[in-house]
């Protein structure tokens, strides 16, 4: 299981015009579940995110994580992160997991998140999404278990 988790300040996610999900600031995190990936995994990976200290304290060195500053998390499955482009310029996928089984880790992942007394959004998993995202720092953190 991969994790790109960037810090963002106003963010939208629209599929087909219509808005699906907004936060106002905190974290924008792209999952993407491999062939095999485990509950276990996605808790893993969800305690980090919501424990990850990359938000400013008072003397402006990142010591605050997503729940200290009172952000919120747009959680969005990203099966591309499994994308192996080493032979040729066409990305394989045969890594990332078949998308009923992934289907069920994203979500068990947004109910793990919430547990850590997280607020979470979500993507459409297997829609086509349109993000726009006011990247800040920009800080941008990769994280696989």
Partial sequence: M??????VRRTTLTVEGELISEIPFGLVVFLGVKVGDE??????????????????????????????????????????LYGDASHGNRPSFTLAERPERANALYEYAVESLKSHGVT??????????????????????LLEV
């Fill in 2 to 7: 991969k994790a790109v988790v960037q810090r």
């Fill in 39 to 80: 509950e276990p995994s996605a808790d893993y990976l969800m305690k980090k995110v919501a424990n990850l200290r990359i938000f400013e304290d008072e003397n402006g060195k990142m010591n605050l994580s997503v729940k200290d500053v009172g952000g919120e998390v747009l959680l969005v499955s990203q099966f591309t």
């Fill in 120 to 141: 979470v959004k979500k993507g459409v998993f297997g829609g086509d999404m349109k993000i726009k995202q006011y990247n800040d720092g920009p800080v941008t953190i």
